[in-house]
């Protein structure tokens, strides 16, 4: 089963992903993709969520005990983390610690980030929040760990997925 919500028909998704997207992808991000974003993106390149939400330990600008993220992107195309990325990071003056990972429904006062800041380019790296205030908050060991984290946004009371 898939992260992506099965239904999805927007403009998140990209063509089919393969060996050489992901090459150039990383190429321009100066990253090694986490495998598991990688085998996600190859099933799926990119979209919706089916699950949503993401439980955390401290109150963010969006609710007390989670996050929420919309989508995921994929590679290549305009919706590949290789294009928005590094616009996302200057537009909205995230921290410089990696990859942004997609788009939450304030689309821009947060996000969702791929942390390299402690694994360097070709490590594993954390995943990370980053609010209104830029301070960068683990949420997650791995992008696995994130990906299993999530949660359909109904269980802290929000109406949709």
Known sequence: MTAFDPTDQSDYVGQPAGAEMIRQA???LQVRLPESYVELILVQNGGL??????????????????????????????????????NMIAEWQYPEIGVVLGITPSAGHDTVMLDYSA???LGEPS???ID???VPRRI????????????SCRTFGEDAD
């Open 26 to 28: 990383e190429e321009v």
């Open 49 to 86: 969520l089916r699950n949503r939400c993401f439980p955390t330990d401290f109150a963010t600008s969006w609710a007390p005990d989670h996050i929420c993220i919309d989508a995921i992107w994929g590679v290549g195309g305009a919706w590949g983390v290789d294009v928005l990325s590094s």
């Open 119 to 121: 694994s360097g380019p």
């Open 127 to 129: 995943v990370a929040y």
């Open 132 to 134: 209104e205030d830029r």
């Open 140 to 151: 997650a060991d791995s992008f696995a760990e994130f990906l299993r984290g999530l949660v």
